[in-house]
């Protein structure tokens, strides 16, 4: 579904859009509907000292954290190879010997 905006104008519901513009039918007014669209950025991912992480790169623990409905306990220092980003507040999904899959916080976590 196209959800077309308001004339930023004269504030007419009566926008359409043609091509990547928006267009008023009552002002005249035109548009982009790019500015919008960029803000919706690839999903960068970066690390507890800002780098950006990518799909394949070996990360580090920071500190220990908590496994979720277990008691174990991911120690800090503990190396993962080959994490894989997805959306969403644990936005690093990876495979560690002995708990299995996971889904992290970028911001637990460094690259190496
Ligand atoms: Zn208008």
Not at 6 to 34: I, M, Q, T
Not at 84 to 91: P, S, Y
Request: with cysteine; charged share 25%; proline share 3%.
């Amino acid at each position: 579904m196209t959800n077309i905006p308001n004339c930023p104008k004269c504030n007419s519901e009566y926008a359409y859009e043609d091509r990547s513009l928006f267009v008023c039918p009552e002002c005249g007014h035109e548009w982009s509907s790019s500015e919008s669209e960029s803000v919706e950025e690839q999903n960068i991912v970066k690390d507890a000292h800002g780098n950006t992480l990518t799909d394949g790169d070996t990360i580090t623990i920071i500190k220990d954290l908590k496994v979720k409905g277990s008691s174990s306990v991911l120690k800090q220092g503990t190396n993962i190879k080959n994490i894989r980003l997805v959306e969403g507040d644990h936005n690093i999904e990876c495979k560690i010997a002995g708990f299995g899959a996971m889904n992290l916080k970028s911001e637990f976590v460094k690259k190496i």
